[in-house]
């Protein structure tokens, strides 16, 4: 990325469908941000909300979904625990595959990170493919580039085979 600051900096994927105890998802996000700060992450960077249809199953409630680059000190798998307890304390309960859902927090990237383990694999397999990440992700960090393709979020933005109909709200 051009910004220096972006260069070891983790990319946190936020999404929500159901809005919990929130007036709205916009709502829940915007408290799931500030909560990460709390958490004595230092966010660098928070894209807007963008809507996309729920997936795979549309018929489901649409997602609200954005991104934040975020600065830490832990290690990825203490970051991913965090934001597990995150998801928790916002109401997210274990369910089926895909379910709608309060509160979704994924570790998409760790600076240029390349690791695979039973509980974490970075960067994330299939966010590239996610308009509703890499749209978010180009929106504040254009140049970012992919640890293992090298493409930039801008560039991935032109590819992506999900949530094509993901849209800046």
């Known amino acids: 990325m051009t910004d220096p600051d972006y260069g070891e900096a983790a990319v946190v994927a936020l999404g929500a469908n159901l809005p919990g105890r929130f007036a709205s998802c916009s709502l829940l996000l915007d408290a799931a ?32 979904n954005g991104v934040a680059l975020v600065e830490t000190g832990r290690p990825p798998q203490d970051l991913l625990d965090l934001l597990r307890g ?29 690791m695979e383990t039973p509980d974490l694999i970075l960067p994330h397999p299939r ?7 890499v749209g978010p992700l180009a929106q504040i960090a254009p140049a970012w580039r992919h640890p293992v393709t090298g493409d930039t979020a801008a560039d991935m933005t032109q590819y992506t085979t999900v949530g094509r109909d993901a849209v800046p709200v």
């Open 127 to 133: 966010a590239a493919q996610r308009l509703f990440v």
């Open 33 to 64: 941000v500030a909560r990460l700060a709390q958490e004595g992450l230092r966010v660098l960077a928070c894209s807007g909300w963008w809507q996309s249809a729920a997936w795979p199953d549309p018929s489901q409630p649409s997602y609200l």
């Open 86 to 114: 995150v998801e928790r304390d916002f109401g997210r309960t274990e369910g089926f595959r895909n379910a709608p859902r309060t509160l979704d927090l994924d570790l998409i990237a760790f600076g240029q990170c390349v």
